[in-house]
């Protein structure tokens, strides 16, 4: 199932192009469902879910609507640092996520399709970075890597927009904005494997990332069962997975496009527009990232 957010607060099940409204008036018994209602119900929110699109008289075509993040704001988001080894490699990185376990994003810097991403200062190089975006069904501590896939709602796309240089990476990743997640979240039993899907970003029409979750260096289970051993997880939260090599420079006017297999297209803007001097010392430090090519 592929659930979206659109519109004023409503939730829809998408399928052919189109949206299904998840309406309260098609279950008198019930409050309409909200992405996060849904997540926390488990199986019975899916089971839910299904049977008021099934039930609902109302479609809308897909370019008709307006998508919203699927979640606005998650519990937390646990983001994995270099997990892709040509991605170490074109930072001139010596470490990877085998030495530096994971970090956390703000969730207020959640974003969704069609929205823009703010480049909040104009002396300092702001990259995109595709990944996908792993949203957990159940609340799980010390989850065992075999059974960690069984956390899992399910998946979608992320753009962990970020700023180079020496300061600490939550803060490079926490602007307002840097954390675009959509077009909707599909299921876990819908997306099968986590660990061989394409994923291709495009900055303003040029190909920029081409790369596969098979080449994940910590694959989704094991993230998830590692990241479940320092905090508990909860329902809602988003784990990004790290991104592959291609990362590059954005720049006001951008459109960004991340495509993954079996998910869907997330689309984005970017916008400079009252950038300031950066109050902070970081931009001749940290990781060396690639020349814009
Ligand atoms: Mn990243």
């Not at 792993?134 to 700023?163: K, N, P």
């Amino acid at each position: 199932m592929k659930l979206a957010a659109f519109g004023a607060g409503a939730l829809g099940a998408v399928r052919d192009g189109h949206i299904v409204a998840l309406q309260a008036d098609s279950d008198p018994a019930g409050p309409p469902p909200t992405m996060a209602s849904v997540i926390e119900a488990g199986p019975v929110g899916l089971w839910r879910a299904e049977a008021l699109a099934r039930a609902s008289q109302y479609r809308f075509d897909l370019s008709g609507v307006r998508l919203r993040a699927p979640l606005d704001r998650p519990g937390k988001i646990i983001a994995a640092p270099v997990n892709y080894s040509r991605h170490m490699s074109e930072m001139s990185e010596t470490l990877d996520i085998n030495d530096l376990g994971v970090f956390l994003k703000a969730n207020s810097s959640v974003c969704g399709p069609g929205d823009v991403i703010r480049l909040p200062y104009a002396d300092r190089r702001f990259d995109q970075e595709g990944e996908l975006g792993v949203v957990i069904g159940r609340q799980a501590r010390g989850i065992a890597e075999a059974d960690a896939l069984d956390a899992v709602f399910g998946y979608t796309c992320l753009l962990d927009i970020t700023m180079r240089g020496g300061e600490d990476r939550s803060l490079r990743k926490s602007f307002d904005t840097f954390t675009p997640i959509g077009p909707w979240i599909v299921t876990a039993d819908e997306v099968g494997n986590p660990d061989s899907l394409a994923l291709t970003c495009s900055v303003s029409g040029r190909v920029r990332q081409e790369g596969n979750t098979r080449s994940l260096i910590w694959p989704v289970a094991k993230l998830v069962a590692y990241t479940s051993s320092v905090m508990t997880l909860y329902p809602g939260d988003v784990i990004a997975t790290g991104t592959p090599e291609g990362v590059g420079p954005l720049a006001d006017g951008d459109s960004i496009e991340l495509t993954i297999e079996k998910i869907g297209t997330l689309s984005v803007r970017v916008s400079a527009a009252g950038a300031t001097a950066c109050p902070t010392a970081g931009a001749g430090r940290g990781p060396v990232p690639p020349p814009p090519r």
